[in-house]
Nanobody, 123 residues
Framework: VQLQASGGGLVQAGDSLRLSCAAS????????MGWFRQAPGKEREFVAA????????YYADSVKGRFTISKGNAKNTVYLQMNSLKPEDTAVYFC?????????????????WGQGTLVTVSS
C-alpha cells in the first residue's frame, strides 16, 4: 500500500484548502484513514479520521467545525477540506492507514503513512 498526499500550499489566514490522499496497491476501503500534522519543532498530532464506510468521523478539538474529512466515491481517495485556516494550522500534513476503528486519535496502530504535504498559513 502506498499513500500519496497532495494539495498543500501557501494561503492566507481565513482561506481554504483541500488536501487529498490517494492510495495505490491493495484497496483501502476496509481500513480507517487518518490525517495527522506536524509543525516545526513539535510532535506529530492527530487531525481527523474516517471509518472505512465513511459514516463515522472523528476530529481533534482544534479543527472541529473548520475541517471536514471525507472519502471519494471510489473509496481510494480521502480528502481533508480545511476552512477558516489559521497560522497555527501551518504544518506538514500526513495521511495514514489503520486497520481498526480503535483509539484513532493516537499515532499507534497506523501502519502506512504518506509522505506529507506542506500547508503554510500566513497571518
Amino acid at each position: 500500500v502506498q499513500l500519496q498526499a497532495s494539495g498543500g500550499g501557501l494561503v492566507q489566514a481565513g482561506d481554504s484548502l483541500r488536501l487529498s490522499c490517494a492510495a495505490s496497491g491493495r484497496t483501502f476501503s476496509s481500513y480507517v484513514m487518518g490525517w495527522f500534522r506536524q509543525a516545526p519543532g513539535k510532535e506529530r498530532e492527530f487531525v481527523a479520521a474516517i471509518s472505512y464506510s465513511g459514516d463515522t468521523t472523528y476530529y481533534a478539538d482544534s479543527v472541529k467545525g473548520r475541517f471536514t474529512i471525507s472519502k471519494g466515491n471510489a473509496k481510494n481517495t480521502v480528502y481533508l477540506q480545511m476552512n477558516s485556516l489559521k497560522p497555527e494550522d501551518t504544518a506538514v500534513y500526513f495521511c495514514a492507514r489503520k486497520l481498526y476503528w480503535s483509539n484513532v486519535g493516537s499515532r499507534a496502530g497506523y501502519d502506512y503513512w504518506g509522505q506529507g504535504t506542506l500547508v503554510t498559513v500566513s497571518s
